[in-house]
Nanobody, 130 residues
Framework: HVQLVESGGGSVQAGGSLRLSCVHS????????MAWFRRTSGEEREAIAS???????RHANFMKGRFTISGDNAKNTVYLQMNSLKSEDTALYYC?????????????????????????WGQGTQVTVS
């Protein structure tokens, strides 16, 4: 049973930075992808970035270089470095995964509505920017 635990959220002033972490339990297969999404209201998720187990990374265009995804396979951890935070970044942040030999790279799941194909979601970590 795969588990994800996001952490690192909190309250920060506009212009500040936060580093989110996502620790996952060991996966059965070596090939997987992970992503960061956020939800401001309702049920829709906004894609932020993805990272594949073999390295490829993709960031959503809207971030304009403010957010950076990275991973440490040895620690089973994925990070999201967020700089120059704005009030509109206030949201609940998730790091879902597709870990059963995903048929596509992580960037595929960043397209609208495709987040539904990501298998496991954690509880999220709240980020509030004022």
């Amino acid at each position: 049973h795969v588990q994800l635990v996001e952490s690192g959220g909190g309250s920060v002033q506009a212009g500040g930075s936060l580093r989110l972490s996502c620790v996952h339990s060991a996966f059965t297969y070596d090939r997987y992808c992970m992503a960061w999404f956020r939800r401001t209201s309702g049920e829709e998720r906004e894609a932020i970035a993805s990272i594949d187990s073999d390295g490829p990374i993709r960031h959503a265009n809207f971030m304009k270089g403010r957010f950076t995804i990275s991973g440490d396979n040895a620690k089973n951890t994925v990070y999201l470095q967020m700089n120059s935070l704005k009030s509109e970044d206030t949201a609940l942040y998730y790091c879902p995964t597709r870990h059963h030999r995903p048929p596509y790279g992580g960037s595929w799941y960043l397209h609208p509505q495709r987040y539904r194909f990501l298998e496991v979601w954690g509880q999220g970590t709240q980020v509030t920017v004022s």
